[in-house]
């Protein structure tokens, strides 16, 4: 059965870090670009960061760059977000997306995982 899960998600203070792990089964993500995408409460989906196939090229929303990591283990079959410096405004829903290359949504998504910025 092919499936693309996310875990990682929780409830973490403004500051924090939290590691997001994209893991595929029943298929290779190694031949894919792989992006990370983010809706919060009552905001429009937004792209938060993206890995190509390769991994030599990553791309990241303006709010996340030096704050954000993405990074891919091909061996793993897995894409990871490492975010650190956790804001309020971080809190949403995260979705890994093999996407049709950087810069697209389009693609197979995951489930997401819950990310919560609180005090």
């Known amino acids: 059965q092919e499936q693309l899960v996310e875990s990682g998600g929780g409830l973490v203070q403004p500051g924090g870090s939290l590691r997001l792990s994209c893991a595929a089964s029943g298929f290779s993500l190694a031949d894919r670009d792989v992006g990370w995408f983010r809706q919060g409460p009552g905001k429009e989906r937004e792209g938060v960061s993206c890995?190509?196939?390769?991994?030599?090229?990553?791309y990241y929303l303006d709010s996340a760059k030096g704050r954000f990591t993405i990074s891919r283990d091909n061996d793993k079959n897995a894409v990871y977000l490492q975010m650190t410096s956790l804001r309020p405004e971080d809190t949403a829903v995260y979705y890994c997306?093999?996407?049709w290359g950087c810069g697209s949504d389009s693609g197979y998504w995951g489930q997401g995982t819950q990310v919560t910025v609180s005090s």
């Open positions: 997306v093999l996407v």
């Open positions: 890995i190509t196939k390769s991994g030599v090229s990553t």
